[in-house]
Nanobody, 123 residues
């Protein structure tokens, strides 16, 4: 089982930017998919974005609206989420995840998870 660790979260103001990173220990191939999910306080974990590990093709939840960009560095086994124009509603614990291809927006697809990094966006 691969291991993941997120970093890059913090306390920022509205319209600020953050770049989250996720380091992956383990062997990944083109059959894997990486993803970011987030869990706001008191709410369920929700899908943010996913990426094919092999091709780098990204996929996004509708609420992203061009503000976020997912990427990966296959050579370094690293996953990233660039977040721009942050809003208070983006406040959540952000998790990276790795799984095999399936329903990319479903938490059940992912078998390996990081422990999360807190993102707090204030007014």
């Amino acid at each position: 089982q691969v291991q993941l660790r997120e970093s890059g979260g913090g306390l920022v103001q509205t319209e600020d930017s953050l770049r989250l990173s996720c380091t992956v220990s383990g062997i990944l191939d083109s059959g894997h998919i990486g993803a970011w999910f987030r869990q706001p306080p008191g709410k369920e974990r929700e899908y943010v974005a996913a990426i094919s590990w092999g091709s780098g093709s990204p996929y996004y939840a509708g609420f992203v609206k061009g503000r976020f960009a997912i990427s990966r560095d296959a050579a370094e086994n690293a996953l990233f989420l660039q977040m721009n124009n942050l809003k208070p509603d983006d406040t959540a614990i952000y998790y990276c995840a790795i799984g095999k291809w399936g329903y990319i927006d479903n938490v059940s697809t992912y078998t390996s998870w990081g422990q999360g990094t807190q993102v707090t966006v204030s007014s």
